[in-house]
């Protein structure tokens, strides 16, 4: 069924527009007996910051390479505006890359390491041009005044503002991210993620960021291509994927989802009435022209509230009677985790402004899990 949903967002990836920078056409990478990308079908819009999401060993990376030109795809194709450069070199495309670790040469300075890809152009630039490029390559990413500085005299951000100001004094077409914030602190990283959000919009060029960090991908990104097993599991913006997951895999990794089962007993305009294993029935938003009747229903934590059970109920939301197994303190919400009779575990997200009394609802009580009408999405098989 993902296939199938896959090809609707992939339909214009085999035909170049001045809106699309670059283009998955089929693509397909093994490594012998290992498929690493299966049918790779994507455009990338002119612009756009876009992210690949997914756990180690899902394609990610090989995508990003196929675009970079360090592994060419063994069937399809890969297109950079219009052009198949399945089989031109790294060096020949008009596209730069930063990587993990960065890759700094110590033994030059900043300013050497932000100039060596110009020293390589033939025919060569002039020695004041390719200095007056640097210096301003250097103030873009606010280190005009660490030129002749060494790399091991810089901190990780600096060392990551010195890789980024080497990518981009050539001016590429596209900038291509691995994980380059893997290696920084939880703050420094933010700081980062800013920084480069920041950077991309005053350059105005394309960047694609590979990371298996959701909360980096949802932050940054115009859109995400998450993927699995080397397929693309579904693309969208940010809200998109967090509000309308495809299947389960999208669900359970943008976000935290509680995913139940439940019974179609209904349609009516667009919800649907679904009966859960305790007997409750809820009314969730329909996946147009699905004809199951078993379907899994996935909810998010901040959907569902947590009340005691003597409180009146709104029309059309459904109280399940639960206890309290867990209850974490977050400074600004409260995280509950439920125990459903016939369901199972839920997790509630309660804001704290919204919470009342922080004494409420402590470990061992009685409550009800409010489900309110219409929250709730049905979805589609992984396969």
Not at 8 to 35: M, Q
Not at 226 to 242: E, F, N, T
Not at 244 to 261: E, H, L
Not at 268 to 288: F, M, S
Request: glycine fraction near 10%.
């Amino acid at each position: 069924m993902i296939q199938d949903l896959k090809v609707t967002e992939a339909s214009c990836a085999h035909v170049s527009t001045n809106d699309t920078v670059a283009e998955f056409a089929g693509a397909t990478k093994r490594f012998g007996a290992i498929l690493a990308a299966d049918r790779i079908d994507l455009s990338i819009r002119r612009g756009e910051f876009l992210s690949f999401l997914g756990p180690s060993g899902c394609g990610k990376t090989t995508a990003l390479r196929m675009l970079a030109g360090f592994d060419s795809p063994t069937e399809g194709a890969v297109l950079i505006d219009g052009q198949d450069v399945s089989a031109v070199p790294a060096h020949l495309r008009p596209v730069n890359m930063v990587f993990q670790h960065y890759a700094l040469f110590p033994h030059m300075t900043v300013a050497q390491n932000v100039g060596y890809g110009l020293r390589q152009r033939r025919p060569r630039l002039s020695k004041s041009e390719i200095a007056q490029k640097t210096d301003k390559a250097l103030a873009t990413v606010r280190l005009a005044e660490f030129g002749t500085r060494r790399i091991w005299e810089l901190s990780g951000g600096q060392q990551q503002r010195v890789a980024l100001a080497r990518a981009i004094i050539n001016e590429p077409q596209i900038l291509l991210l691995d994980e380059p914030m893997a290696a920084l602190d939880a703050k420094l990283r933010g700081e980062m993620q800013r920084e480069l959000l920041e950077l991309q919009r005053s350059l105005n060029i394309t960047f694609v960021l590979v990371t298996h960090d959701q909360e980096e991908a949802l932050s940054m990104s115009d859109r995400i291509c998450i993927m699995a097993k080397g397929r693309i599991m579904q693309v969208g913006s940010p809200q998109d994927l967090y509000d309308r997951p495809r299947c389960r895999y999208v669900a359970d990794f943008v976000g935290k989802a509680n995913i139940v089962t439940g019974q179609i007993d209904g349609r009516h305009g667009g919800t649907a009435q679904a009966i859960l294993g305790n007997g409750a029935t809820v009314i969730l938003r329909d996946l147009p022209g699905d004809s199951r009747h078993t379907v899994e229903i996935a909810v998010r934590p901040e959907a569902l509230s947590v009340a005691a059970q003597n409180l009146p109920l709104t029309e059309g939301t459904a109280a399940l009677p639960a206890r309290v197994t867990h209850r974490t303190f977050l400074g600004d919400r409260i995280e509950y985790l439920l125990t459903v009779e016939g369901i199972g575990q839920l997790q509630v997200n309660a804001p704290r402004q919204a919470g009342g009394a922080l004494g409420e609802h402590m470990v061992g009580s009685l409550v009800h899990v409010l489900w309110p009408e219409g929250t709730g999405l049905v979805l589609a098989d992984d396969s």
